[in-house]
């Protein structure tokens, strides 16, 4: 491709709204520009990396047993309220009506749709197990884009659906994506973890997130530094073991502790630590109240709490809400002689003649034993694991790491084709319901992903996998005629040898060309130079700096050479 006429603007300067390196540099050495907030167009460079991590993408689902479909974006809000999911998705479903105010949403998801079309063309257990995919684009209305493309209202995602006769083969279907997440991750060059994980919105069971390993992930990943475990801190669950202190029982105690509310300030002020203090914090559970109970060091793990109640909707309580049914402010609440239910944290039964709220202004109790004063419905793992923690695996310690999100893998059960009504016939003609996966890859989010991890100073430093283009090839005085026609002639040669070549022939500055070369960051550049007379050009290799001197007769077994040292 030849850069004279090649739609790839380069800026100097980083925009003043990008705040993160992926999205300065995917604007800067032009993959993509902004639309609306939240809304990129890509680019020619950009479309053409889209289009290898997409390769890369089928060609790994298709060699697990996929098959490509393209559902449309634009889906009948009457599939969505037969599933029950048109009210609970919340306000980032985008919605519209079309010219006769019939109702549709944009895809942020396609397991109703796909649903329907397997419930209606599929019947027999004959044609099971069948796993269905698409890359295609989807619409999520965020509060607040931000990140560039980590974090948009159009995203490009692949969605694959794949339905089993039993809960064996989907064990065998949820196998063999996450073996093909792992192939593709590892393709596109990535350091990434396959970490345990809630379903969220999605529902389902058994998942597992695909996280590139980065600072400015959203997300943060608990995993053991001598084991392969890996969990978001979401989920990760605490196998701690607390000793529970022999001191005496001292008789419970009311004290005055005039304007103190946090756990520090109530720590000061009655001199303890931090472990010794109950903190207390009210929730609605499908609207009932209900305390939850941690350690003061802890922090409660809502995600565990609505699991605790089987999924559950769980919100923190309000002030209004506090004062309702503890009849207090918040900063003062406390388990002693409250009647609502009371859940807390197993490291909090270890807790002897600990501090917490009175369920007055202004006042605390010393001295608490929860067995003695307290009715403690449950204890179970309620809190956030912590670095440091022993892993739940067995084997060392729990270390902390940011990750952005790039894939996700659930065992969704029956969640969809029950209510969709995807039934099938089993070997004795008796009607089951398909038993359901669903896997995603947010394509785009990949991309920045890729950048995140591959860059240095000077801009991009692509993977040779990803990259848009194999080479770049720099004429760097187009108005000399020996550079001029060498180049041509290497154009012509590469080209011909199935290298993918982009072609700087632009009269521009030699010092111009080469910082938008190395903002662009193709794996390898060629410069013809002054010693092109002489059949010589020069090599820059972009990941390390390195250069070589190579005669034109050679380039082409030097270029492969280096190209497969860069792949390995």
Not at 156 to 175: H, N, P, Q, V
Not at 265 to 289: R, T, W
Not at 374 to 398: H, K, M, N
């Amino acid at each position: 491709m030849r850069q004279r006429t090649y739609l790839s603007p380069t800026l100097r300067d980083v925009p003043a709204d990008a705040e993160i390196i992926s999205h300065q540099l995917m604007l800067r050495s032009g993959l993509i520009r902004q639309t609306a907030s939240g809304v990129y167009s890509y680019l020619p460079l950009g479309k053409r990396v889209l289009r290898k991590v997409e390769d890369i993408v089928r060609e790994e689902m298709d060699n697990a047993g996929a098959q490509e479909v393209l559902l449309p974006a634009i889906q009948p809000a009457e599939l969505w309220e037969e599933s029950g999911r048109l009210g609970d998705y919340g306000p980032e479903l985008m919605r519209l009506k079309d010219r006769h105010q019939r109702d549709f949403v944009l895809g942020a998801t396609h397991e109703e749709v796909i649903t329907t079309i397997v419930r209606d063309d599929v019947q027999s257990y004959k044609k099971l197990p069948l796993n269905l995919y698409q890359i295609q684009t989807k619409y999520r209305d965020e509060r607040r884009p931000r990140f560039g493309v980590l974090r948009s209202r159009e995203f490009i995602m692949k969605d694959a659906y794949s339905f089993d006769t039993s809960k064996e083969g989907l064990d065998a279907s949820y196998e063999a994506m996450y073996e093909a997440y792992t192939k593709i991750f590892t393709r596109c060059q990535l350091d990434f973890r396959a970490v345990e994980a809630d379903s969220g919105a999605i529902g389902g069971t058994d998942t597992h997130e695909f996280m590139v390993l980065s600072d400015i992930g959203e997300d943060t990943i608990a995993y053991s530094d001598t084991s392969s475990f890996a969990a978001n801190t979401e989920i990760a669950p605490v196998l701690a073991e607390y000793e529970k202190s022999s001191e005496s029982l001292k008789e419970l105690e009311k004290i005055e502790t005039p304007n103190v509310r946090t756990i520090d300030e109530v720590s000061s002020f009655v001199n303890v630590s931090n472990d010794k203090i109950i903190k207390s914090l009210l929730y609605l559970v499908n609207e009932e109240p209900v305390l939850v109970l941690v350690r003061g060091d802890h922090e409660v793990n809502e995600i565990k709490v609505r699991n605790l109640f089987d999924k559950a909707t769980v919100e923190f309580a309000t002030t209004e809400q506090t004062k309702e049914y503890l009849n207090c402010e918040v900063g003062f609440v406390g388990p002693v002689n409250v009647n609502i239910k009371v859940v807390a944290d197993n490291a909090v039964a270890s807790v002897v003649n600990g501090v917490c709220g009175a369920n007055e202004k202004d006042m605390h109790y010393q001295y608490v034993n929860l067995e003695r004063d307290a009715t403690i419905e449950q204890f179970a793992d309620l809190r956030t694991i912590q670095e440091g923690d022993p892993s739940p695996d067995g084997r060392g310690t729990v270390k902390f790491a940011k990750g952005i999100e790039v894939g996700h893998v659930f065992k969704l059960g029956t969640k969809y084709s029950e209510a969709l009504g995807a039934n099938f016939l089993d070997e004795n003609g008796k009607s089951q319901t398909m038993i359901m996966g669903c896997y995603g890859i947010g394509v785009s989010r990949t991309v920045a992903a890729i950048v995140e991890q591959n860059h240095d100073e000077f801009g991009l430093v692509w993977p040779t996998t990803v990259a848009p283009f194999d080479l770049h090839l720099v004429t760097i005085n187009v108005k000399d005629e020996t550079q001029r026609n060498l180049g041509e002639a290497l154009y012509e040669s590469l080209k011909k040898s199935r290298f993918d070549v982009l072609f700087d022939d632009r009269p521009e500055r030699a010092g111009v060309k080469f910082k938008d070369s190395d903002l662009i960051g193709l794996p390898i550049r060629v410069a013809i130079g002054k010693r092109a007379a002489e059949g010589i050009v020069e090599l820059k290799i972009r990941k390390t700096g390195e250069m070589i001197e190579v005669q034109v007769d050679e380039l082409e077994t030097v270029l492969q050479d280096q190209l497969q040292k860069l792949a390995n």
